[in-house]
């Protein structure tokens, strides 16, 4: 079982507050094995954060209310739930530690989806992730789409049906729906109030616009090249978020105006892409990819999820003639960089050239994907 990643044209923070963002999912994936045992415990292996824990399935059933069929609301989560797994991990509310929300959101999806049945099953799962963790990619969305995916279909609640033979099988839209509500709730216990922009784009992937819960898959792209550049400055998308809702709630009539402005952005970025697929795309059309970029990423300044970093990536970019903006949450992790399409690569660690001072440097990590 697999999901993708994903990198935000547009719209990021302002997506949370009611605005259309631009997003589209990388090739770049997060695993997850799940194997039923007799062990009578639930073992989870996270490699990439070094998390390999285990709980009695008997100290587990004791975190359930009395009527597990109280559980289970896909459209709501469960606060109770949310605090006694708190208490049993030894966390409090405001905790920020990588591996204490992985498991928070692990046990929450694993309890409620198995109370209906009476029955928690004894398990290993391990995930693990092409993505990095925490640099704005949507590693926590595509974490809990496995998860919600791998447990939905061991309590029998949606089908198996992928067979070693049917790697890439997917289910029906009902089942994904399910599957997206699930990994939402994955998403709120990590990210404290997400859009839902990542899941949806980890469960079904492509290329879409997303405003208010509203999902328009954008079918006809231009082929855009993009550089994703990852600063490693890490960073938490639950802090950044409750920070720009601070910022919104001290200047109300400043910030307000500027969540609007990168609607427009979205909206126009989305109308040229647009006409770059009905017309051949031409340099005025990139003039304006690139003007919108610098736009949204003066946008997200002010909005305070800036970081020194995104503006040595913004400048080193500049000084080639390239356009970028941080992608996600900001405050570090990655930025993204537009290719024109004559942009040639040459040195660096997978090619370089025009970027090659920027890539060849240690500490940052380079792909090129191609979008369409
Ligand atoms: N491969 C993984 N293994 C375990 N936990 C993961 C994994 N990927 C993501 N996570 C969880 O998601 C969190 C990162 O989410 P977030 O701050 O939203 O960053 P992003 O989604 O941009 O990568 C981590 O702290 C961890 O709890
Ligand atoms: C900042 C935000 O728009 C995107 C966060 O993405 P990431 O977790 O940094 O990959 C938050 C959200 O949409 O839920
Ligand atoms: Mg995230």
Not at 284 to 302: A, M, P, R, S, T
Not at 347 to 360: F, H, K, Q
Request: proline share 5%.
């Amino acid at each position: 079982m697999s999901a993708p990643g994903k990198a935000i044209l547009h719209g990021e923070h302002a997506v949370v507050h009611g605005k259309v963002a631009l997003a589209v999912s990388l090739n770049l994936r997060t695993y997850l094995r799940l194997q039923a045992t007799s062990t009578s415990k639930v073992c989870i292996n996270l490699p990439n954060i070094n998390t390999f824990l285990s709980w009695d399935v008997t100290k587990l059933k004791q975190l359930l209310p009395d009527s597990g069929a109280e559980l289970g609301n896909v459209n709501e989560l469960d606060a109770e739930l949310v605090r006694r797994l708190r208490d049993l991990v030894g966390v409090s509310n405001g905790t920020l530690d990588t591996r204490s929300m992985a498991i928070l959101a692990f046990l929450y999806i694993y309890l409620s989806v198995f109370a209906g049945s009476g029955e928690l099953p004894s398990l290993t799962v391990s995930v693990w992730s092409e993505l990095p963790t925490g640099a704005g990619l949507g590693s926590s969305a595509a974490y809990s789409v496995c998860l919600a995916a791998a447990l939905l279909s061991a309590s029998g609640t949606i089908p198996s049906l992928l067979s070693d033979q049917e790697s890439t099988a997917r289910w029906g839209e009902v089942e994904m729906e399910l599957i997206n509500r699930w990994a939402f709730q994955g998403e709120r216990i990590i990210h404290g109030n997400p859009s839902g922009v990542d899941n949806v784009v980890g469960t079904w992937g492509g290329i879409l616009r997303y405003h208010s819960g509203k999902i328009t898959p954008l079918n006809r792209v231009p082929m855009l090249r993009i550089l994703l550049t990852n600063t490693k400055v890490p960073r938490s998308t639950k802090v950044l978020v409750a920070g720009v809702k601070d910022k919104m709630n001290k200047f109300p009539s400043i910030i307000n105006p500027v969540l609007e402005s990168v609607n427009a952005v979205s909206c126009t970025c989305e109308q040229t892409l647009s006409e770059m697929t009905n017309d051949i795309p031409t340099p005025e059309h990139y003039n304006i990819l690139e003007e919108l970029i610098d736009i949204n990423q003066h946008h997200l300044n002010v909005m305070g999820v800036g970081h020194p970093a995104l503006d040595t990536l913004c400048r080193v970019t500049l000084a080639r003639g390239l356009h970028s903006k941080l992608t996600g949450a900001g405050g570090g992790g990655c930025g993204i960089t537009l290719l024109r399409p004559g942009t040639v690569a040459r040195g660096g660690r997978g090619g370089g050239g025009p970027i090659c001072s920027y890539t060849a440097s240690p500490s940052s990590l380079v792909l090129t994907l191609i979008l369409g």
